[in-house]
């Protein structure tokens, strides 16, 4: 086409070209054909997404029924003499930034498993839309409730998205809208849950992505029973939107048209179509007729209730949680009995817990450890209940992104071969080093290995960025401290290897040496966060368990559990509160409640009365090291192979957890007998109320 521009449009636009800026939409108007007549711009806007290939790894399997055998009639998928699924799609659950994640699903080996379930066919989810959300939580432990921060992560996560308002927000959201059409099956829909902030921007984003002509539905939630507080010449805010868009109208999709009964029956008069019209039906004296009708059909406005906290059956004190009726009208209006949904921002795990009662394959993905923990329970429960039914259920397993996933925050190219790799590896320690010991606010030590640094009294080493401690870096350290002659060592890492805490305790403290293991948060990988000192190092939990042998036959019992978490300086906290209030917080694992009186007195008073308290969820596996963890690697060369990482799945095949109706819990496994003579591992996993797990493994000799 000829271009109109007179010599000064020209040296503007050669300006921008130079500087690598985008050019406003005027000028894209005038030079090329292919600009859409009407579209969502704002400043840094680019189709640019991720697409790097990180490497899932499995931490837990959970097939229920605890310990005991399934019930025959559950189909192929069982082995009923080990109540192990056998074959079959294993739902996921997975921890992580949903960004890396959905790159990783889509370009990556687990890409082959979806598409031989039939693709992905529906995908709902309901990203975080209030720039004025408050992401906290509470906890209940005894008779009170302690505030639950959002983590680094997920602060840096939330200021990420809203940081620059609008702008941001589609940043983050165009990018993984991109990634999820191209996950989705070619039938495939999606539903976008938003409300009045966003909608507006979302539904030409939507457009913009997915096509104009394949948007299907704007549907209204009203939730009719939300309590309103005053308002101010505006009328009360009681609707949410979905947006409903398919893959490709021309493909074909998945709809179910649905009804829902009338609250009473109604008149109505019988009719056909003749050529699109409606012509009423008559009897033979020519009288129209009519019937009383019971049912109507579900439009694009949904009378569906929100959720209270009086909600005893559903109400999970999670933030952003929606009512399940909701997600269920959605899974059976654009899916079928087999097919894989999903959710990439699962929060309490609603769709998951939809999906699984409605006999439907799933993954979900979100960045928070709470919400991974509460869908966790969440699931199990579903579980159970369809076993007391006699329906179907599936195994799921929870999966991260590990190491792979910091090694790509430090920066290396996992695409590489391994040689390459590994060469990368030993340019970026120095910048690794550096960060991590910048998070712990200590100084940089170069002549002293395998000593990194120092904090005050105590020398300073930072484990591997892609293995756990292990015992022999532990012993490594120890004779480098007694060499020295230091007395105290803080090991800083990611993972540690298990059993090493009792170890540490026991043993290397009995060689007068005063070692701490404390674990590398993942916020470290924000630099705002470093900046700001808000980076907290927590000391490695422990866990205490004993076993009670009979024959063939086994029992774990908890003996003994502690944490070290810190919430808020006690004295500081008093000092800003106000006479006659008070606040349940955490100091030296110890949750406290602080009170003020009207005089201004102080009082304080520990709420966890025993060691039990702070436990919130338990599992065991009765035989760990039998699964080795595999990951399938591609080469580049577009080949697949697989590696074992070294790990062990964890199979959880007996849990205990509290739920908000019954805060007991069971201190004491159900048996579990072995089917021959042996040595055998036992791992006991422990998930405190803040929803971070702790494992000790434990060898039993049965004869």
């Not at 003579?677 to 494992?695: L, Q």
Request: glycine share 6%.
């Amino acid at each position: 086409m000829a271009v109109s521009l007179n010599e000064q449009e020209k040296a503007y636009v050669k300006s921008l070209i130079d500087r690598g800026e985008p050019l406003p939409t005027k000028y894209r108007g005038i030079l090329f054909d292919d600009v859409p007549e009407v579209e969502l711009v704002w400043p840094g806007k680019t189709r640019d997404v991720t697409n790097v290939v990180l490497p899932f790894q499995s931490i837990e399997q959970i097939d229920e029924p605890r310990a005991e055998k399934p019930d025959p009639q559950l189909g192929f998928l069982w082995d009923t003499t080990s109540g192990r699924q056998t074959e079959g799609w294993t739902n996921k659950l997975i921890w992580g930034d949903n960004k890396l994640v959905l790159s990783s699903l889509k370009n990556g080996p687990l890409r082959h498993q979806i598409e031989k379930q039939g693709g992905l066919k529906l995908v709902y989810i309901d990203p975080p839309f209030d720039v004025g959300a408050d992401f906290s939580i509470q906890i209940n432990v005894g008779d009170e409730r302690v505030l639950k921060e959002p983590s680094i992560i997920e602060e840096v996560a939330y200021r990420d998205t809203w940081g620059r308002g609008s702008e941001s927000y589609l940043a983050m959201i165009y990018e993984r809208l991109q990634v999820i059409r191209d996950l989705l099956s070619d039938d495939g829909s999606i539903y976008l849950h938003c409300d009045w902030r966003v909608s507006p921007l979302l539904r030409m984003t939507m457009d913009e992505i997915f096509g104009k002509e394949n948007f299907q539905n704007e549907v209204y939630w009203y939730y009719y029973n939300k309590l309103h507080g005053a308002t101010k010449n505006v009328f009360p805010r009681a609707t949410d939107t979905l947006l409903f868009y398919v893959k490709n109208r021309q493909r074909g999709y998945t709809f179910h048209h649905l009804t829902e009964p009338r609250e009473k029956p109604v008149k109505k008069l019988k009719y056909h179509f003749v050529d699109g019209k409606i012509l009423n039906d008559k009897d033979e004296h020519g009288r129209t007729i009519t019937y009383l009708s019971t049912e109507r059909q579900i439009d694009n406005v949904w009378r569906i209730r929100c959720l209270q906290p009086a909600d005893q059956h559903e109400w999970l004190s999670y933030p952003t949680q929606k009512p399940q009726d909701l997600i269920e009208r959605i899974i059976s209006a654009s899916s079928n009995e087999g097919d894989l949904v999903a959710d990439f921002f699962c929060g309490s795990g609603t769709t998951l817990a939809a999906a699984e009662g409605s006999n439907r394959k799933w993954i979900g993905v979100d960045l928070s450890r709470f919400a991974i923990h509460t869908s966790r329970k969440r699931l199990i429960g579903v579980q159970r209940e369809l076993k007391s039914q006699g329906k179907p259920y599936r195994s799921f397993e929870i999966l991260n992104l590990g190491k792979y996933e910091r090694q790509y925050w430090v920066g290396i190219n996992l695409n590489l071969p391994d040689e390459e790799c590994q060469r990368q590896t030993l340019q970026r320690e120095e910048h690794y080093l550096t960060l991590i010991l910048e998070a712990y606010k200590a100084e940089r030590l170069f002549q002293l290995p395998p000593f990194h640094g120092r904090k005050g009294p105590a020398l300073v080493v930072v484990g591997p960025v892609d293995a756990p401690v292990t015992r022999q870096q532990v012993m490594e350290i120890v004779a480098a401290c007694r060499q020295h002659r230091a007395s105290r060592v803080d090991v800083l890492g990611f993972e540690f290897e298990m059993g090493l805490v009792p170890y540490v305790r026991d043993e290397v403290q009995a060689q007068g040496v005063n070692m701490s293991l404390k674990y590398i948060p993942k916020d470290v990988f924000d630099r705002r966060a470093v900046e700001r000192g808000q980076v907290t190092f927590y000391d490695v939990a422990y866990v205490e368990v004993d076993t009670q042998a009979t024959g063939l036959s086994v029992t774990v019992m908890l003996k003994d559990f502690g944490v070290y978490y810190q919430q808020d300086d006690l004295n500081v906290l008093a000092d800003q509160m106000k006479n006659g209030a008070s606040k349940v917080t955490v100091e030296v694992g110890q949750v406290v409640k602080v009170s003020k009186d009207k005089h201004g007195r102080v009082t304080r008073e520990v709420l966890t009365k025993k060691w039990s308290d702070w436990i919130d969820y338990w599992a065991v596996d009765f035989d760990f090291e039998r699964r080795q963890e595999i990951i399938r690697i591609e080469d580049g060369n577009g080949t697949e192979r697989e590696v074992w990482t070294g790990n062990y799945i964890f199979e959880n095949e007996w849990q205990a957890f509290r739920t908000r109706k019954d805060r007991t819990l069971e201190l004491a496994s159900a048996p579990h007998t072995y089917s021959r003579p042996g040595r055998y591992k036992i791992a006991v996993k422990v998930i405190d109320i803040f929803g971070i797990d702790t494992t000790k493994v434990v060898e039993v000799v049965m004869s």
